[in-house]
């Protein structure tokens, strides 16, 4: 199997890397910025989603190709950059894979098409689409022109997936340290809810998604369960023995404060600690549910919170990021 990875020097896809290699793939990636660990042997191109001519010969040859390659909204990035990418950078990708004959894609979407679901629910796959911020509309436009290449005859499977953590993650682990050094207070009661899910069995689901996966149609994976965001960093706060302070901020003020972050940082041209799209996460809740994915293909995630997370935390002690 000859297979292509766009993204791949990031979180996920350095991890989806390491099982496709594994499985004795011939594995190529596209690479922007950042390099990929060195002990993932495979052969790297530097390119640009966004300009068509840098990936069109690259993909020639590949049977299956996973795009994962997005620009994130954690740092200040203009509107026009995220649709540039999101949205352009995947119509290149699939333009680029047709033209090469490649037999399937997989498309990483995100839950935050779904904007915020109503507390008590799952979001299904057909759940209507109400994104939240510039990174979720850029993100909604790029699952659309997937389908788009679908319903024209291209093999393309989307997935979107839940909250994923796991060792190596950045993300997550920039909570794990703020609570680690006592510096994190929960912004409203934290009662919204998200499906974290291991980055293991996000691994799965993909490559389920690979073989089974139907064109056009979309999968969710997430774990089993839908915590509280309070539940999640209470399992985290056990994690590195450490306990949540009492006090939480309302959700107003802190909203206003993220918007005029969000500005000063555009300006400065960097990260924020606090974001509109940092604070998404406690306040936009997002729980999918995994009844099509497990009909269809068979997922099963095995990994429950509290474990997943003390095996990450394991991990950042083991590497001295703790």
């Known amino acids: 199997m000859n297979v292509f990875v766009t993204g791949a020097s990031g979180f996920i896809g350095s991890h989806l890397l390491h099982h496709l290699i594994s499985r004795g793939w011939s594995v190529r ?13 495979c052969e790297t191109i530097w390119g640009d989603v966004t300009d068509y001519s840098s990936i069109r010969s690259a993909i020639r040859g590949s049977d299956l190709l996973f795009h994962l390659a997005a620009a994130l909204g954690s740092k200040p990035i203009r509107k026009e950059t995220l649709l540039k990418i999101n949205l352009i950078g995947t119509e290149n990708v699939l333009r680029a894979a047709r033209e090469a004959g490649v037999k399937r894609i ?8 779904l904007g915020r679901v109503p507390r008590g629910e799952k979001a299904s796959e057909d ?8 990174y979720d509309w850029s993100k909604t436009e790029g699952e659309r022109m997937a389908l788009r290449f679908a319903q024209n005859g291209i093999s ?3 997935l979107r997936p839940g909250w994923v953590y796991g060792p190596a993650d950045r993300r997550t682990f920039k909570l794990i340290q703020a609570i680690f050094r006592k510096r994190f207070i929960l912004v409203t009661r934290g009662q919204t809810e998200q499906t974290p899910i291991y980055i293991d069995d996000l691994i799965q689901g993909v490559l389920l998604c690979a073989e089974k996966g139907r064109q056009g149609e979309i999968y969710h994976l ?3 369960e839908a915590l509280s965001v309070k539940a999640m960093v209470q ?12 006090l939480s901020f309302p959700e107003l003020p802190v909203k206003t404060a993220a918007w005029v972050a969000d500005k000063i940082f555009s300006v400065l041209r960097k990260e924020s600690p606090l974001s509109s ?9 997002k729980p999918l549910s995994i009844q099509k994915s497990r009909k269809e293909l068979g997922f099963s995630p095995s990994v429950g919170f509290k474990k997943g997370i003390a095996q990450s935390v394991s991990w950042y002690r083991e590497k001295g990021w703790l």
């Open 29 to 41: 990636c596209l690479l922007h910025r950042r390099h990929i660990p060195p002990l993932l042997e």
């Open 106 to 113: 997989i498309h990483f979407s995100s839950a935050g098409v």
């Open 127 to 134: 759940y209507p689409l109400q994104p939240q911020t510039p």
């Open 156 to 158: 393309v499977v989307i």
């Open 222 to 224: 997430a774990g089993e």
């Open 235 to 246: 399992a985290i706060a056990a994690s590195v023995n450490r306990k949540i302070p009492r």
């Open 277 to 285: 799209e940092k604070l998404a996460f406690f306040i936009h809740p």
